[in-house]
């Protein structure tokens, strides 16, 4: 795309950065919600149905509080699907083998912007 506008916006437009709060807005959620992402990671659903290990995945949520550069996409989805995953415990859409809502605590928190 910078190619095709090359010549009709300026240089300076075409070659700057993106904007810092691109990627900060989501580290900052974070660790503004941080309580709430702990409890949500506490007995993850995702990690009963085998998705993945709650113990690295709070590793990968300090990594990014400290400030480590990463990719926060997999991080924000991750939280969704956890979110997602208990609202269907609550409603025992889940088969039987996956721990119900009265094993977690009650944080749920929407995934950050």
Do not use: C
């Not at 795309?1 to 709060?21: C, H, Q, T």
């Amino acid at each position: 795309m910078r190619g095709s506008l090359a010549g009709i916006v300026p240089d300076e437009i075409l070659n700057r950065k993106r904007k810092a709060y691109v990627t900060r807005a989501p580290r900052t959620a974070i660790a503004t919600h941080w309580k709430d992402i702990q409890s949500l990671t506490h007995r993850m659903v995702a990690e009963s149905l085998g998705i993945v290990s709650s113990a690295a995945f709070r590793q990968s949520l300090e990594d990014v509080r400290s400030g480590r550069e990463m990719a926060i996409v997999p991080i924000e989805r991750m939280l969704s699907l956890e979110s997602w995953l208990r609202n269907l415990a609550h409603w025992g859409l889940l088969p039987t083998n996956v721990a119900r809502e009265s094993e977690f605590t009650s944080a749920t928190i929407s995934a950050p912007a």
